[in-house]
């Protein structure tokens, strides 16, 4: 198993641009979960999903859009980047609700510019 | 919001030496968990300790929970070079899908 993929690895963005940060999980997981990692910071919720077709907001939400139309793909698209959206991004995943352990992807570098 | 605070936010030992950091939390919990992050890497998963645990061994890891006092602690014993990480503790707050609050980390260093 691959577990957790993400892409791009890199990603550096003009203030306005749009783009999608894509992640997939081939362990057959229920919920998924995106996370932004700034300097010094801990992890902070952007969205989460607890089914396909089921998508709610987390911490900071703003500026994200998420879908979850298959069990395995979970993308998270900036709608209009802002210098304040540079960050690492992370994709997570878990099995269901009977765990909150969760599997982590290698993450996403954006530098918005 | 920050649920987990983690202390120190560095720490510097030689190898062999233990290392002990601490996380504290505001609220009550379900489960409290601590990951390890190498450098430009994501989170591993380490262990995982109930609420109504108080202790919870791995390896060489062990691992306390203070409900009491809304804390935990993470000991590595005989620490490597290859523990050097960023530590975080992570809680959540109820059963069935309850999302994770992540503590700013403890950043370890592990000299030979």
């Known amino acids: 198993n691959a577990g957790v993929t993400q892409t791009p690895k890199f990603q550096v963005l003009k203030t306005g641009q749009s783009m999608t940060l894509q992640c997939a999980q081939d362990?057959?997981?229920?919920?998924m979960s995106w996370y932004r990692q700034d300097p010094g910071m801990g992890l902070r919720l952007i969205h989460y999903?607890?089914?396909?077709?089921?998508?709610d907001q987390g911490e900071v939400p703003n500026g994200y859009n998420v879908s979850r139309s298959t069990t395995e793909d979970f993308p998270l698209r900036l709608l209009s980047a802002a210098p304040s959206q540079t960050s690492v991004y992370f994709c997570?995943?878990?099995?269901?609700?009977?765990?909150?352990?969760?599997?982590f992807g290698p993450g996403t570098r954006l530098t918005v510019l | 919001s920050q649920q987990g605070e983690e202390d120190p936010q560095a720490l510097s030992i030689q190898e062999g030496e233990n290392a002990t950091m601490n996380c504290s939390y505001k609220?009550?919990?379900?489960?409290l968990q601590w990951y390890r992050q190498n450098s430009g890497r994501g989170l591993v998963h380490l262990i995982l300790?109930?609420?109504?645990?108080r202790e919870k061994h791995s390896g060489r890891l062990r691992v306390t929970l203070d409900t009491s006092k809304k804390s935990s602690s993470l000991l590595i014993t005989a620490s490597r070079a290859a523990d050097t990480a960023s530590y975080f503790c992570?809680?959540?707050?109820?059963?069935?899908?309850?999302?994770?609050?992540f503590g700013k980390g403890t950043m370890l260093l592990v000299s030979p």
């Open positions: 362990m057959n997981h229920e919920y």
């Open positions: 992570a809680t959540d707050a109820k059963s069935g899908y309850s999302t994770l609050t």
């Open positions: 300790i109930r609420s109504n645990e």
């Open positions: 609220t009550s919990i379900n489960n």
């Open positions: 997570a995943s878990r099995p269901g609700a009977g765990t909150s352990l969760e599997f």
């Open positions: 999903s607890v089914g396909a077709g089921i998508t």
